[in-house]
């Protein structure tokens, strides 16, 4: 089993349209939670973190953890053209590695105008 | 510019030679994670190093590449003899002062520079 599994898509979603992207994790000791974007060519840039069960809003993004279920989503509300991008889970401190982050392999989102 | 700081940001090297990969991590960051991506790939872990001191390698070749974060200057990833299958962007990252103690930290979200784009000829 992966420690980071997403599902690699694409996803595609019309303008203005919610995207939700799911991520699962292996081990119930990790903590800390982070869902980056990352552009075509480009490197990979934090947008949501997230540390205790429930959800985290900012702006257009929603992060959703519920560690008993070993799962973390994102819901981008209004998806524009611009999020069109690959979105990596990275979970920390999986198999009490604290510092390490794992990433998943990313989801590809389509957002059509 | 606080970022992460990354050179060179395009590398090209002919199979044999030697590539140096310099990473500077953002202000405050004494940890430094180095990732490498090939096209349309995820990120694959490789190293994780505080100043002096490499923590985890568990992701590097165990020939040819090596890396380094001395007392003063960047963080080096060397890649001896590359090879065309060397061929990929890497990713440096940062993060703050994790915790000393067996408990987890919520601090220490890891920040990427723009990375540095090898291509082996």
């Known amino acids: 089993q992966k420690e980071v599994e997403q599902n690699s898509g694409p996803l595609s979603v019309p303008e203005g349209a919610i995207a939700s992207l799911n991520c699962t994790y292996s081990?119930?000791?990790?903590?800390?939670f982070f869902w980056y974007r990352q552009y075509s060519g480009k490197s990979p840039e934090l947008i949501m973190s997230?540390?205790?069960?429930g959800d985290k809003e900012d702006g257009r993004f929603t992060a959703q953890l519920n560690k008993a279920s070993q799962y973390v989503s994102l819901l981008i509300r209004d998806s524009q053209p611009s999020d069109s991008a690959t979105y990596l889970c990275a979970v920390k401190g999986l198999r009490r590695n604290f510092n390490k982050f794992y990433f998943g392999s990313g989801t590809k989102l389509n957002v059509k105008p | 510019n606080a970022g992460v700081m990354q050179n060179p940001r395009h590398l090209v090297r002919r199979r044999g030679q030697e590539a140096r990969l310099r990473c500077s991590p953002m202000k405050g960051h004494s940890h430094v994670y180095w990732y490498r991506q090939l096209p349309e790939e995820g990120l694959k872990f490789m190293v994780y190093?505080?100043?002096?001191?490499?923590?985890?390698e568990s992701g590097m070749p165990k020939e040819r590449f090596s890396a380094e974060f001395p007392k003063e200057g960047p963080s080096i990833l060397r890649i001896q003899q590359v090879v065309r299958g060397d061929s990929a962007a890497y990713f440096c990252a940062s993060s703050r002062q994790p915790q000393t103690s067996g408990r987890p930290s919520h601090t220490g979200e890891l920040f990427f520079g723009e990375g540095s784009r090898l291509t082996v000829l």
């Open positions: 081990d119930r000791v990790s903590q800390s």
């Open positions: 190093l505080q100043k002096e001191n490499i923590i985890d």
């Open positions: 997230i540390y205790s069960n």
